[in-house]
């Protein structure tokens, strides 16, 4: 079954950085577009970014493009999400998901468990 599990999450100062890892498996991981998507407290879950198989395409949200990057080793069977500049508008909890951004507004996709992340001084 299709497993994806979170990691990175934390509190950052704002300005500060953090790298967020999800680990993939029970999939033929190198076929399949990934994304992240958050949920920041009392909102809906938002899509953040995705990428396609092998790299080739990357995109974000306006909210954080220029800040964030996404990122995918397939050999690892992980994708990255670097954040950089980070705002206290970025606390949320933070999902990996498999799919883009066209799944996404499906509203049917697997996800993690979510790992939380807080911008705050």
């Known amino acids: 079954q299709v497993q994806l599990v979170e990691s990175g999450g934390g509190l950052v100062q704002p300005g500060g950085s953090l790298r967020l890892s999800c680990s993939a498996s029970?999939?033929?991981?190198?076929?399949?577009?990934m994304m992240w998507v958050r949920q920041a407290p009392g909102k809906d879950i938002a899509w953040v970014s995705d990428?396609?198989?092998?790299?080739?395409?990357?995109y974000y949200a306006d909210s954080v493009k220029g800040r964030f990057t996404i990122s995918r080793d397939d050999a690892k069977n992980t994708v990255y999400l670097q954040m950089n500049n980070m705002k206290p508008e970025d606390t949320a909890v933070y999902y990996c998901?498999?799919?883009?951004?066209?799944?996404?507004?499906?509203?049917?996709?697997?996800r993690g468990q979510g790992t939380q992340v807080t911008v705050a001084s």
């Open positions: 998901a498999r799919g883009n951004e066209a799944i996404y507004y499906t509203g049917t996709y697997h």
């Open positions: 029970g999939f033929t991981f190198n076929t399949y577009a």
């Open positions: 990428i396609s198989p092998g790299s080739k395409n990357t």
